[in-house]
Nanobody, 121 residues
């Protein structure tokens, strides 16, 4: 079964850093765009950052200059380096990716299970 598996969440103080990782479990034949989303209580899930196959990136205004998304295509991994964390960054962070499960098929969109990031003031 193909899954996205996240790691790296935790509890930190404001101003500190965390790095989230997301990898693919199961056999796939290709990966398209990848990204990170977050959702805090009472709010809709929002895009944090995404990255295309060729490395083009896009960030939410609230994280520009503090977060960096990257990917390792050889390892089927995507990362989110989060610096200068703020209490308002507290949320469950979800990995998202377009994965091709079949050799000659289209990609399908997958979500990870989420990892909690809590930033204390």
């Amino acid at each position: 079964q193909v899954q996205l598996v996240e790691s790296g969440g935790g509890l930190v103080q404001a101003g500190e850093s965390l790095k989230l990782s997301c990898g693919v479990s199961g056999r796939i034949f290709g990966i398209g765009g990848m990204g990170w989303y977050r959702q805090s209580p009472g709010k809709q899930r929002e895009l944090v950052a995404d990255i295309t196959v060729d490395g083009s990136t896009n960030y939410a205004d609230s994280v520009k200059g503090r977060f960096t998304i990257s990917r390792d295509n050889a390892k089927n991994m995507v990362y989110l380096q989060m610096n200068i964390l703020k209490p308002e960054d507290t949320a469950v962070y979800y990995c998202n990716a377009d994965l091709r499960k079949y050799e000659f098929g289209r990609t399908s969109n997958f979500w990870g299970q989420g990892t909690q990031v809590t930033v204390s003031s």
